[in-house]
């Protein structure tokens, strides 16, 4: 109770412990559902966007009720930018291997079959799930990005 | 000018609702949207993609041009905001060598 005491004495306006630590306690389940709604997209409403975006607003969530240092520590702003940069290129070029593949069509994943052989409509199946995920990458890290570049005006540093 | 740009708004949203009456019914099997590829996408997309949701496959398969480039879309927006707004404070004195 002490300790507790000391704990919330110091902080600063707007942090609360009830908030922080249901945050904590909430931010993995969030994730798991965003990851959840991505890999289920074949079977279920859902995909890359969606699943994208729930992964991008538990880092929100993250800097709101700490700061922006600590959703940092977490996803760290290089990191982030390699997973944007990622998503986007493992879209484009998954279709642009379908493309130089043993002559196929741009986007046409059964082309993809002469690779590695599954069978051309278990690669279409697959060359859909390829994309949802880097779709969901490229929303997640984007879409975090621009609330903290926003937040902080630029800086990466304190924000909220 | 705020009367007249008032009345150019409800001028424009009473043309927007007059032409939504041409639309067809909803879930009118007779619509043009149901009558062409709507009909292929049901009877083959299960098939030739297996994947048995049909929003998914025509998302991601038939329709993946569409997807890419809204993919790159979010992609340019990222890097512009990126581009625009992030600044680093000058930390380190700069050598000048």
């Known amino acids: 109770m002490r300790l507790l005491q000391d704990q919330t004495a110091g902080q600063k306006l707007g942090e609360s412990l009830i908030i922080q630590t249901a945050v904590r306690m909430l931010v993995p389940f969030i994730q798991l559902f965003g990851l959840y709604v991505i890999v289920h997209g074949h079977y279920s409403p859902g995909g890359g966007f969606q699943g994208g975006v729930i992964l991008g607003a538990s880092f929100v969530l993250l800097t709101l009720a700490f700061d ?4 940092l520590k977490y996803m760290s702003e290089k990191a982030n930018n390699m997973l944007s940069n990622a998503g986007a290129l493992l879209f484009t070029g998954t279709a642009t291997l379908c493309a130089i593949c043993y002559g196929g069509m741009f986007l046409d994943y059964s082309a993809l079959d002469k690779l590695l052989p599954l069978g051309p409509i278990a690669w279409r199946s697959f060359g859909i799930f390829v994309i949802e995920v880097g779709v969901g990458l490229a929303v997640m ?3 975090a990005s621009l609330f903290w570049l926003l937040g902080s005006n630029g800086e990466m540093d304190e924000g909220l | 000018m705020k009367v007249l740009a008032l009345f150019a708004t409800l001028m424009t949203g009473a043309i927007l609702l007059y ?14 949207a149901a009558t062409h590829l709507a009909t292929y996408f049901t009877e ?9 949701n049909l929003v998914t496959a025509v998302l991601g398969d038939y329709r993946g041009y569409d997807t890419m480039f809204e993919t790159v879309v ?15 404070k000058p930390s380190a004195p700069e050598n000048k060598s």
């Open chain 1, 141 to 143: 890290s984007i879409s």
């Open chain 2, 44 to 52: 083959n997309a299960v098939r030739e993609t297996h994947v048995p």
């Open chain 2, 19 to 32: 032409g939504t009456m041409d639309f067809p019914a909803f879930g009118d099997p007779q619509s043009p």
């Open chain 1, 68 to 71: 922006q240092k600590f959703a």
């Open chain 2, 74 to 88: 979010i992609y340019c927006a990222g890097l512009a905001v990126v581009s625009v707004l992030r600044k680093k």
